[in-house]
């Protein structure tokens, strides 16, 4: 995991390309943007208010890396006519143990890309990637964990294929209300 990683997801007829890589700090601005979103705050375990905030999450994301047990990438969208990226949201792998057979998946998308395939089209990219890099670790499953009532994330599991497990019971402070498991196992 020494090179930086960067997964492409093609443009369709109907949505332009994603490139997935790790954050960076130039990223900060852009992060501290769309978490201004209420949605997002809503479901976010960290709230992003400011540059300080913005900078400590980035610096988060690379410890991960560094680490080797939690790869964040933003999820970035090609935008007509510019050079630059647009930050649309972020797809999250996380606890990676070599030896255990799962890891969980995570997922946001920016107010202004939501409804639009992002979060699906870059979990697909990310499961893919997440089975290809860590077989040979044991990885045989990925779990993707959400709120009873964030119905946009369960239709987004059930798009990427991810099937419905179980109900977890709510585990406060950091879960207030019951969760849904959806599991993609490596042949799926």
């Known amino acids: 995991m020494n090179a930086p990683v960067v997964l492409q997801v093609a443009a369709t007829s109907a949505s332009p390309a994603l490139v997935l890589r790790p954050w960076r700090m130039e990223d900060v601005a852009a992060l501290v943007e769309v978490s201004r979103d209420p949605a997002l705050r809503q479901w976010a375990s960290s709230v992003v208010d400011n540059d300080a905030d913005g900078a400590r999450w980035v ?7 560094a680490a080797g047990d939690r790869f964040g990438f933003a999820v970035l969208e090609a935008q007509p006519g510019s050079v630059r ?14 030896g255990k057979p799962a890891a969980e998946v995570g997922y ?17 990219a990310l499961t893919s990637w997440a089975f290809d890099t860590f077989e040979a670790d044991g990885l045989e499953r990925l779990e993707l964990l959400h709120q009873v009532d964030n119905l ?23 879960f207030l209300r019951d969760g849904h498991l959806h599991i993609r196992r490596m042949s799926a």
């Open 108 to 124: 946001w998308t920016a107010a202004h890309a939501r409804g639009r395939g992002v979060a699906p089209r870059a979990l697909e």
């Open 59 to 65: 610096q988060a994301q690379q410890r991960g890396w």
């Open 152 to 174: 946009a994330s369960c239709r987004v599991a059930q798009k990427s294929r991810y099937d419905f497990d179980s109900i977890l019971p709510a585990a406060p402070p950091t």
């Open 85 to 98: 990226e647009q930050l649309v949201g972020n797809v999250l792998l996380k606890e990676v143990t070599s």
